[in-house]
C-alpha cells in the first residue's frame, strides 16, 4: 500500500485577493480540510514561465508531501481537480496561466498509468520547477523506471531560472 504521495503546486495568477504565493499555502490548507495529512512542505521556488519565450507572469512552485489516506492515484487526481476548480482554474489550452495547478508527481516507487493518472508524471524528471522543491523534501526519492534519486535527476537538469522565494509550511499555517 502507498504511504507518500508527492504533489506538485504552481500559480501564477491571483485569485480573489490572494498572490500567486498565498495560493500555493491555501491549497495545502484545502488539500488538508479534503483529509490529506501533509508530511513535509517544500520552500516556495519562483520560476521563469513556460515555454521560456512566454509573456505569461513567472511561475511559483513548491512540492507536498502527503498521506493520500487510503486514495487510490484516481481519488487523488479527483481530489486535485476539485481544489484546483475551487481556487478558480480553467483548463483552455496548454501552458496557459493559471491560478493554481496541482500535479501528482509521485505515488513512492509505483509506476504506471492508473485512471488518468501516470506515475511518476511523465515529464517531472524533466522539470527543475519541480525537482528543485521536491529534492528539498524526498532527496533520497528514486525514480523506479530511471533509478535515479530525485538529487540525482535535479543535478542532472539543473534549476536554471528557479529560485526559492519563501516558505510553504509558514506560508501554509497562516492561511489556515
Not at 44 to 61: F, G, I, K, M
Request: overall charge negative; charged content about 20%; aromatic content about 8%.
Amino acid at each position: 500500500m502507498h504511504t507518500t504521495a508527492y504533489i506538485a503546486l504552481g500559480s501564477n495568477l491571483p485569485f480573489n485577493g490572494d498572490d500567486p504565493p498565498e495560493l500555493l499555502a491555501r491549497a495545502v490548507t484545502a488539500m488538508q480540510g479534503a483529509g490529506l495529512a501533509v508530511v513535509a512542505c517544500s520552500g516556495v521556488w519562483r520560476t521563469h514561465a513556460w515555454p521560456p519565450d512566454s509573456a505569461q507572469p513567472d511561475y511559483y512552485n513548491a512540492v507536498v508531501a502527503l498521506d493520500p489516506a487510503g486514495r487510490s492515484p484516481q481519488q487523488l487526481y479527483e481530489t486535485a481537480l476539485e481544489i484546483e476548480a475551487n481556487f478558480g482554474r480553467e483548463r483552455h489550452e496548454k501552458w496557459a496561466p493559471r491560478t493554481l495547478d496541482l500535479d501528482i508527481a509521485a505515488l513512492d516507487d509505483w509506476l504506471g498509468t492508473f485512471g488518468k493518472v501516470t506515475l511518476p508524471h511523465p515529464r517531472m524528471h524533466e522539470r527543475g520547477f519541480v525537482l528543485a522543491p521536491f529534492s528539498e523534501i524526498a532527496p533520497e526519492w528514486r525514480h523506479p523506471a530511471l533509478q535515479k534519486t530525485a538529487a540525482q535527476l535535479l543535478a542532472m537538469v539543473g534549476a536554471a531560472g528557479c529560485r526559492r522565494v519563501g516558505e510553504l509550511l509558514r506560508a501554509a499555517d497562516q492561511a489556515g
